[in-house]
């Protein structure tokens, strides 16, 4: 229980101590233990030829417990820089005049210095063990160095060398203080409605301006979407609109300030909105080629799959690709409507339907009921070949079990009849395409039988036939007869007025000639058949124009 609570403690304590910040100095310099008089100078970069040690010097028997930690020295609240504080503790002796102590770092110049002792302070504690301590050695945010520490004047074998690596600008205390960290701080509030984001700035670099944008990140770099917005040192309100396209998992808001190599900061509001990267599917109807790249780098699981009338979707074989950042591609697709693509990363998968609505289909199946048969055709709009199998659905399973299976030849646009023997109704077709390597297994169950419903419209379609026949020739001569009727009666209603008029002129006028010459017959004589048409005797003798017209 002791131990537990001094755990609990020292995390504690050093949780403070990080929180606090790095030590502050008010300047760099060498502090030595006290009756010690130390001075500062700096050292050549060519020192002279190390000398043999006395007997019993060496490197354990000098320098004891030496540390390395970075300090800030500030002027203002952004105005800090870094330095590396050098503290060891050593064994004076006689011959060991001073220290030296050398930084270099890679590609740039040694920073040397020597920390001389006086000699009377040296002949009065020696034997003594004494305490150094130097924090002049600049430092980057992230820097690496080589720090050696070697006694004056420089004995051989007698060298304390390390490593040291400078804490980043990722450190809070950095970001806000040294010029080189700071890099602003960004808030932000998403409008998906607007497709906008509502950019902030706080902490931003004094006495400079700023740049805002959106880009793309792919590994160490953010490759920038040509939206970018400039807030200046003098506006009062430090904040801008930044639209976007797409929320992509990898869109990210990056900020700066306007000075050279400034540090960059960077914050992502759709780091969670996977599901938008699913979507690039592309199929290229000529080469059969299904093909999605990812717009932003993920580990995924790329696999086809057929989808099952519950919804789910079973995984083709050997249909399946790890994807991270480049492109994907399948070859020799079937482009059917239940051919789809699951795409899985973690534990979460998504699927993808992209010949859902039917643009690319190839083929199909069309099936007709007649009088005893269902008949059976398919038709395609490539050359293709199919393995068709027959097969019946048993109860309480949704697997169809195929009794015979046909390997059929379709040339494009011109349909094969499915000559398939036996009662098809209640029965399914199992097709696949076998010229291509992905292609879904498709189950097309035909309609039970019902006789009621087949014979009907067989029997209401040969009545309405029957019908036709009877009363198109009855029309066509019921319209002869009624034309002939009708011209008959224009014909003797001219003849009954022309009589008319003859006995009226007879009756008037006095008679000359022979009295026969109005006589008519006291009995009508019979109708002549003439052709077929009936003409009364008048008009046979009494008017021979007419009978000329009708006999014509």
């Given at each position: 229980?002791?131990?537990?609570?001094?755990?609990?403690?020292?995390?504690?304590?050093?949780?403070?101590?990080?929180?606090?910040g790095l030590e502050r100095i008010e300047g760099c310099g060498t502090r030595c233990s006290q009756g010690l008089h130390c001075k500062n100078k700096p050292d050549s970069l060519f020192p002279p030829p190390c000398q043999t040690p006395a007997e019993g010097l060496d490197t354990s028997s000098v320098f004891h417990n030496i540390s390395l930690s970075p300090v800030m020295r500030?002027?203002?609240?952004?105005?800090?820089?870094?330095?590396?504080?050098?503290?060891?503790?050593?064994?004076?002796?006689?011959?060991?005049?001073?220290?030296?102590?050398?930084?270099?770092?890679?590609?740039?110049?040694?920073?040397?210095?020597?920390?001389?002792?006086?000699?009377?302070?040296?002949?009065?504690?020696?034997?003594?063990?004494?305490?150094?301590?130097?924090?002049?050695?600049?430092?980057?945010?992230?820097?690496?160095?080589?720090?050696?520490?070697?006694?004056?004047?420089?004995?051989?074998?007698?060298?304390?060398?390390?490593?040291?690596?400078?804490?980043?600008?990722?450190?809070?205390?950095?970001?806000?203080?040294?010029?080189?960290?700071?890099?602003?701080?960004?808030?932000?509030?998403?409008?998906?409605?607007?497709?906008?984001?509502?950019?902030?700035?706080?902490?931003?670099?004094?006495?400079?301006?700023?740049?805002?944008?959106?880009?793309?990140?792919?590994?160490?770099?953010?490759?920038?979407?040509?939206?970018?917005?400039?807030?200046?040192?003098?506006?009062?309100?430090?904040?801008?609109?930044?639209?976007?396209?797409?929320?992509?998992?990898?869109?990210?808001?990056?900020?700066?300030?306007?000075?050279?190599?400034?540090?960059?900061?960077?914050?992502?509001?759709?780091?969670?909105?996977?599901?938008?990267?699913?979507?690039?599917?592309?199929?290229?109807?000529?080469?059969?080629?299904?093909?999605?790249?990812?717009?932003?780098?993920?580990?995924?699981?790329?696999?086809?799959?057929?989808?099952?009338?519950?919804?789910?979707?079973?995984?083709?074989?050997?249909?399946?690709?790890?994807?991270?950042?480049?492109?994907?591609?399948?070859?020799?697709?079937?482009?059917?409507?239940?051919?789809?693509?699951?795409?899985?990363?973690?534990?979460?998968?998504?699927?993808?339907?992209?010949?859902?609505?039917?643009?690319?289909?190839?083929?199909?199946?069309?099936?007709?009921?007649?009088?005893?048969?269902?008949?059976?055709?398919?038709?395609?709009?490539?050359?293709?070949?199919?393995?068709?199998?027959?097969?019946?659905?048993?109860?309480?399973?949704?697997?169809?079990?195929?009794?015979?299976?046909?390997?059929?030849?379709?040339?494009?646009?011109?349909?094969?009849?499915?000559?398939?023997?036996?009662?098809?109704?209640?029965?399914?077709?199992?097709?696949?395409?076998?010229?291509?390597?992905?292609?879904?297994?498709?189950?097309?169950?035909?309609?039970?039988?019902?006789?009621?419903?087949?014979?009907?419209?067989?029997?209401?379609?040969?009545?309405?036939?029957?019908?036709?026949?009877?009363?198109?020739?009855?029309?066509?001569?019921?319209?002869?007869?009624?034309?002939?009727?009708?011209?008959?009666?224009?014909?003797?209603?001219?003849?009954?007025?022309?009589?008319?008029?003859?006995?009226?002129?007879?009756?008037?006028?006095?008679?000359?000639?022979?009295?026969?010459?109005?006589?008519?017959?006291?009995?009508?004589?019979?109708?002549?058949?003439?052709?077929?048409?009936?003409?009364?005797?008048?008009?046979?003798?009494?008017?021979?124009?007419?009978?000329?017209?009708?006999?014509?």
């Amino acid at each position: 229980m002791i131990l537990w609570a001094a755990l609990v403690m020292s995390h504690w304590c050093l949780g403070l101590s990080g929180a606090a910040g790095l030590e502050r100095i008010e300047g760099c310099g060498t502090r030595c233990s006290q009756g010690l008089h130390c001075k500062n100078k700096p050292d050549s970069l060519f020192p002279p030829p190390c000398q043999t040690p006395a007997e019993g010097l060496d490197t354990s028997s000098v320098f004891h417990n030496i540390s390395l930690s970075p300090v800030m020295r500030c002027e203002g609240k952004q105005k800090c820089s870094l330095h590396l504080s050098i503290k060891t503790k050593l064994q004076l002796h006689e011959s060991v005049h001073g220290v030296s102590i050398c930084t270099m770092a890679t590609g740039m110049m040694g920073n040397c210095r020597i920390v001389s002792f006086t000699r009377a302070s040296r002949e009065r504690m020696s034997g003594q063990q004494v305490e150094l301590e130097n924090d002049c050695t600049d430092l980057s945010p992230g820097q690496q160095v080589r720090v050696t520490v070697k006694t004056v004047p420089s004995y051989c074998g007698i060298t304390w060398t390390t490593t040291y690596e400078a804490p980043g600008c990722v450190r809070e205390d950095l970001r806000r203080h040294v010029p080189e960290c700071i890099t602003g701080r960004l808030s932000y509030d998403v409008n998906p409605q607007k497709r906008e984001l509502s950019v902030r700035v706080s902490d931003m670099l004094e006495d400079y301006s700023y740049h805002l944008r959106l880009c793309r990140r792919k590994d160490f770099i953010c490759a920038g979407t040509g939206v970018n917005k400039l807030i200046k040192k003098e506006d009062p309100v430090k904040s801008v609109i930044l639209p976007y396209a797409r929320p992509l998992p990898c869109l990210c808001i990056e900020g700066w300030s306007t000075v050279m190599d400034a540090p960059r900061v960077q914050v992502c509001p759709f780091t969670d909105r996977l599901e938008e990267l699913w979507s690039e599917i592309t199929f290229d109807p000529l080469a059969g080629t299904l093909s999605w790249e990812p717009a932003c780098p993920v580990a995924a699981v790329v696999s086809l799959c057929q989808e099952r009338e519950d919804g789910g979707c079973v995984d083709l074989p050997h249909a399946s690709q790890n994807v991270s950042r480049e492109k994907m591609t399948f070859t020799e697709v079937d482009p059917h409507p239940q051919l789809c693509m699951k795409f899985t990363a973690g534990s979460q998968s998504w699927t993808k339907c992209p010949f859902a609505n039917g643009r690319f289909q190839a083929w199909e199946i069309v099936v007709t009921r007649k009088q005893d048969h269902e008949d059976v055709q398919m038709s395609s709009q490539i050359n293709a070949t199919f393995s068709v199998g027959l097969c019946v659905k048993s109860e309480g399973s949704a697997g169809c079990q195929v009794t015979e299976t046909h390997t059929v030849h379709v040339e494009k646009r011109k349909a094969v009849g499915l000559n398939l023997a036996g009662e098809l109704c209640g029965s399914c077709l199992q097709v696949m395409r076998l010229d291509v390597k992905f292609a879904a297994t498709v189950n097309h169950c035909l309609k039970e039988c019902d006789p009621s419903t087949a014979v009907e419209p067989v029997i209401s379609r040969q009545a309405s036939w029957d019908l036709t026949w009877v009363v198109v020739p009855a029309g066509v001569c019921l319209s002869g007869i009624i034309i002939i009727t009708l011209v008959l009666h224009a014909l003797l209603t001219i003849y009954q007025r022309r009589k008319q008029e003859r006995n009226g002129d007879c009756s008037s006028e006095k008679q000359t000639g022979p009295s026969f010459e109005c006589v008519v017959p006291a009995f009508p004589s019979q109708p002549v058949l003439h052709r077929g048409v009936l003409i009364p005797d008048a008009l046979q003798y009494g008017n021979t124009e007419k009978a000329n017209l009708i006999s014509n």
